[in-house]
């Protein structure tokens, strides 16, 4: 049986998902990947949950990335297939959740970790949380995201320092950037998050889903299917589309008012 990784905590609207594996600094594995997707869709069909935190368990690391010895010996073309697109295809997913995610980053992200933290909406770090793309380190490069939607983050130059450079960059600095929101004391970090968490959950829950996907088109995250989902969602509501079922139930040609 597949060890568990990747656990879901739900507190009444607010559910908290945690990369459990300290003993590795939440390092990821293929396995893991599958167990993200699996809870990214848990939540997106859980009508009952409004907000979702993402946090890393223990004290030293919300995540440091691809555990190296997990894709030391792949042959390039199962890198590119089982490991690098595998990982884009599921950070995507929680990039394009429809609740607001909260990343509580409640120690170091590095590498995937970072990417991973930057799925979220918004990012609550520990003082002590430190973050970097170190892949160049190791005759790599960032393969999740870490130059696509951190540039868009942060902007093209920060991303450049970050993954050319290999430099560890404080929460303060992380914040001055705009990689994070806010900077707490570590052992405040879920708790705030948590406080955040219920406040968003207060609000009309399909307006911030809404408005979420709006943002996202408007930085160039699925453009296409916003509009195309927020068009269906009108044209559903109008009286024609009423009359397009009963006609087509009752087999006559329909009558459209334009209404």
Known sequence: MTDRFISIVRDAAVAAVTVDRPAR??????????????????????????????TGGGVKAFCVGADINEWAALKPLDMWRHWVRRGHQVFDQWARLRQPVIAAINGHAFGGGLELAITADVRIAAQEARFALPEASIATCPGWSGTQRLVRLVGASRAKYLALSGARVTAADAQACGLVHEVVAQERVLEHAHR?????????PVSLQLTKQLINAASGEETGSTLEAMAGALAASTEDAAEGIRSFQEKRPPVYAGR
């Open 196 to 204: 955040l968490a219920r406040d968003m959950a207060a609000r009309a």
């Open 25 to 54: 600094l939440n390092a990821l594995t293929p396995g893991m990947l599958d167990q993200l997707e699996d809870a990214a869709r848990e939540l997106e069909a859980d009508d009952q949950t409004r907000v979702v935190i993402l």
